[in-house]
């Protein structure tokens, strides 16, 4: 089937330790986006990518690192200089180019920061 | 700087009342507006999107939303509610030229029987 899969579901880190965050597409899309989602906040925006090798800070870069190897893959990396890590984590993909369509999100990663 | 603004934070209502959810946003260039819903336990589901052409768009679920390009809004309506539309409602904005993708955030809707 055609999704869009982060991994794992759960994940705990001791304060202090990088983290990464899987996000994989088989959507064949170009644009990819990492949100944040808090109680109260909505979904605010990490990172974002409109084709490979290229991505642009979002409204809450500060202590997040991306990479965009491949089309498929938007791997998020939440270091030791994020203050406050412990969040619900959003991955999602669309077209992009400026198609008239909507993204699709993942399952979603909750990390918790110890 | 693009933005999208959602003043209802938590809307309370009894079944068969009218709704209307407003939502904002800046941005000078052409833009794709999305509402999502995230029922409790739930994963993130579009509810409706606005591309071009007729400003009423109709969504599932008997949801529709309304363009007013003057305003920068894409108001959120429903004409009866139903318990089961508790949720929580997001307007989201896309600026077609960058990609960029934000949300507001968020309103929480609960319907009461």
């Known amino acids: 089937d055609g999704g869009i899969t982060q991994s794992p579901k759960y994940l705990f880190r001791k304060e202090g330790q990088n983290v990464t965050l899987s996000c994989e597409q088989n959507?064949?899309?170009?644009?990819m986006y990492w949100y944040r989602q808090d109680p109260g906040q909505g979904l605010r925006l990490i990172y974002y990518?409109?084709?490979?090798?290229?991505?642009q800070k979002g409204d809450i870069a500060e202590g997040y690192s991306v990479s965009r190897e491949k089309k498929e893959s938007f791997p998020l990396t939440v270091t030791s200089a994020q203050k406050n890590p412990t969040a619900f984590y959003l991955c999602?993909?669309?077209?992009?180019?400026?198609?008239?369509?909507?993204?699709?999100f993942g399952q979603g990663t909750r990390l918790t920061v110890v | 700087a693009q933005s999208v603004s959602q003043h209802n934070h938590h809307v309370i209502l009894s079944e068969a009342a009218s709704l209307e959810l407003g939502c904002n946003y800046s941005?000078?260039?052409?833009?794709?507006l999305f509402w999502y819903v995230q029922y409790p336990g739930q994963h993130l589901q579009l509810l409706l999107k606005?591309?071009?052409?007729?400003?009423l768009v109709k969504g599932i679920k008997g949801f529709e939303a309304e363009f007013i390009k003057s305003k920068f809004s894409f108001n959120l309506r429903k004409p009866s509610v139903q318990w089961s539309d508790t949720a929580e409602y997001f307007c989201?904005?896309?600026?077609?030229?960058?990609?960029?993708?934000?949300f507001g955030t968020g309103t929480r809707l609960q319907v009461f029987p």
């Open positions: 989201a904005v896309n600026a077609r030229n960058t990609d960029k993708l934000i």
């Open positions: 606005y591309f071009s052409g007729d400003p």
């Open positions: 959507l064949n899309h170009d644009a």
């Open positions: 990518s409109q084709i490979v090798n290229d991505f």
């Open positions: 941005y000078g260039g052409t833009v794709n």
């Open positions: 999602a993909s669309a077209p992009g180019r400026g198609r008239n369509t909507e993204a699709f």
